[in-house]
């Protein structure tokens, strides 16, 4: 299959998908109103409300929502053929995750910039918020361990991937004051003085890791496990202007131009996909995931098509930035379609590999050796085509051992820098884009890690607030310092007890459930405030198919635990499900009386009272 061909179609498909069905929704459902005041305005504290320009928050929200799922899930998927993924990740972002995304932003930023549990209580009832916040905060601590553990795969032993990583944190604490303390409202000058540092970090990176220096930045798996959490405690802590907000901003204009660069490498490249459309393991027992195809590929590709995670950005940090309704098409349902074209351009890049080379890179040896397995045995239980076909030129050609190195995040470097060295003028630059593609990837994960740390801080918060009412106080620093603790602590610690091949199908199951708990209570908020009811079937179809996928997934993984003996897992699965339960059954009779109830005479407005008869 010829690259340019999937691509054309898929572009095609994103462009229309905007410029109608998001704009419809926006238009004729959402009623979008420019006139209203936004949370950022209403409540503005320089620390979480603060108002915001539109460019940069979409690099911020884009940067939030972008981590691994886009990158690592078409990657790990790729086991199945492209064919599967692509379908997914197009029909998923359109009519699922970008729906979704939007439907929660408008929510929050109508109930002044309330967290999807305050949402839940409000618009469906007590026990459905409640169940929504334990299960977010679950599910949050599973996310962020899946990305965490992305990073420790793709860094460690690089100490050129590791000096640009840290050297992106002062940048962007500089890039901050700039913007808010030196020249207030200079978003020019703080874009060229982070790109111009980020590019001298990343040339730089070269220099160290060939130095005596290069042993201060090379750092073992465990070593990452540990300064990764506390990274993210200290992003959670500071206020948003200082290092959240101009760090994702800056990721954002290397993400952005990485995407670029590697569609026009793609455009003038045009790789063959050497992985076959569909592969035998769609029925089970792959190398990389022993699940099949269904549900497993809506579970291991997510973001990149539907994100329960994005839910959590879109209630969290990003209302509480937006300054005009009218931005909410671009920054929810516009960067939701962008996602959907980096997991392309993903699994086209993993796709572009000798798929016996794609499984020797995916695959763990210390797991398969665990097991009592060889080189020689891997190969009689896989067939011949898992013989490693150009490994050792691919590892020679970028300065690394790329076998065994699983988790998808040196896969997708290899495939870039196989792609970018075939351009013009590059063929002796794949060293430089293989380390830079891991820095890009390390990026992308980082910002949302930082982002994903500080609303799960929030929601800690909110439910310590419950029991001690200063403890909810965003604004107040032994109750900031101590949601920030526990959450880094908890996925902190599932990152040092577990392997990818654990944490991933988790992390898709959490993530897609809390998929199912955000399009839950959009359907609330449709039949409750939509112009008309029938609007409600928007968030309702993709409702009903990922409930049945999800709830499939979780069962098959939890017999996997128990096979394993893997309590842990085990038990934050069936809690997963247990929550989501209790919210879907609370929530469908309240739909029952909605739909048979009469249509009032003045429909009511999400965010304002509106006295509203019946009638007759």
């Known amino acids: 299959m010829n690259t340019l061909a999937l691509m054309a179609v898929a572009i095609c498909v994103l462009l229309l998908a905007y410029r109608y069905y998001g704009a419809f929704v926006a238009a004729k ?361 150009d490994l050792s030129h691919l590892s020679h050609m970028v300065r690394a051992n790329v076998g065994g190195r699983p988790g998808g995040g040196v896969t997708l470097a290899v495939g870039m820098a196989s792609v970018f060295a075939k351009l013009p003028f590059m063929s002796g630059l794949a060293a430089f884009w293989y380390n830079f593609a891991i820095v890009f990837e390390a990026m992308f994960i980082l910002t949302t890690i930082d982002t994903g740390t500080r609303v799960a801080r929030f929601i800690v918060q909110e439910l310590m607030g419950a029991a001690y009412k200063p403890l909810g106080r965003t604004n107040w620093m032994p109750g900031i310092l101590f949601g920030s603790a526990i959450i880094s602590f908890g996925w902190g610690y599932l990152v040092w007890n577990n392997g990818i091949a654990t944490i991933w199908p988790m992390f898709g199951v959490a993530n897609q459930l809390l998929g199912v708990l955000s399009l839950a209570i959009g359907v609330t908020l449709l039949l409750r405030y939509a112009p008309k009811r029938r609007y409600a079937l928007i968030p309702f179809l993709p409702l009903c198919f990922l409930t049945v996928t999800v709830v499939a997934a979780g069962v098959m993984n939890v017999r996997g635990y128990i096979a394993k003996g893997q309590t842990v897992p085990e038990a934050l699965t069936l809690a997963m499900l247990a929550l989501v339960a209790v919210v879907l059954l609370d929530s469908a009779p309240r739909w029952v009386r909605m739909v048979s109830a009469p249509r009032l005479a003045t429909r009511p407005v999400l965010g304002r009272e509106i006295a509203a008869e019946a009638v007759a």
């Open 29 to 389: 459902v959402l009623v979008l109103d420019e006139g209203r005041a936004t949370p950022a305005h209403q409540f503005n504290d320089g620390r979480d409300f603060h108002p915001t320009n539109r460019l940069v928050l979409f690099g911020h929200h884009f940067a939030a929502i972008a981590g691994a799922g886009p990158l690592i899930g078409p990657v790990l998927a790729a086991q199945f053929g492209w064919g599967p993924c692509a379908l997914w990740i197009l029909v998923g972002a359109v009519f699922a995750g970008a729906i979704q995304d939007m439907l929660i932003l408008w929510a929050s930023v109508r109930q002044k910039g309330d967290g999807l549990g305050q949402i839940a209580r409000e618009q469906v009832g007590p026990v459905a918020g409640w169940a929504t916040a334990f299960a977010v905060l679950f599910i949050m601590v599973v996310a962020l361990a899946g990305l965490g553990t992305v990073v420790v795969n793709a860094l460690h032993g690089s100490p050129w991937g590791t000096f640009t990583i840290i050297a992106t944190i002062p940048i962007a604490l500089l890039m901050g004051q700039w913007l808010y303390r030196f020249r207030p409202g200079d978003v020019k000058g703080a874009s060229i003085i982070g790109v111009t540092l980020l590019f001298a970090a990343l040339i730089a990176g070269s220099y160290v890791e060939q130095s005596a220096m290069g042993s201060w930045f090379r750092y073992s798996e465990k070593t990452l496990t540990v300064l990764l959490p506390l990274y993210g405690f200290v992003a959670a802590v500071l206020p948003v202007w200082m290092l959240l907000c101009p760090r994702d901003y800056l990721s954002t204009y290397m993400k952005l131009g990485v995407v670029g660069l590697l569609a026009v490498g793609v455009i003038l490249v045009h790789p063959t996909m050497r992985m076959p459309m569909v592969t035998p393991y769609i029925h089970g027992g792959g190398p990389i995931f022993a699940g099949p195809v269904w549900p497993y590929v809506s579970l291991i590709i997510m973001c990149g098509a539907i994100s329960g995670f994005h839910a959590l950005i879109a209630s969290g940090t990003t209302p509480k930035m937006i300054g005009n309704e009218r931005e909410i098409l671009p920054i929810s349902y516009g960067a939701m379609l962008i996602e959907a074209l980096v997991a392309l351009l993903a699994l086209v890049a993993a796709c572009s590999l000798h798929p016996a080379d794609y499984y020797n890179i995916n695959i763990d040896p210390r797991a398969y050796h665990a097991a009592g397995y060889s080189a020689q045995a891997l190969v009689a239980k896989y067939g011949p085509a898992f013989q490693a076909q």
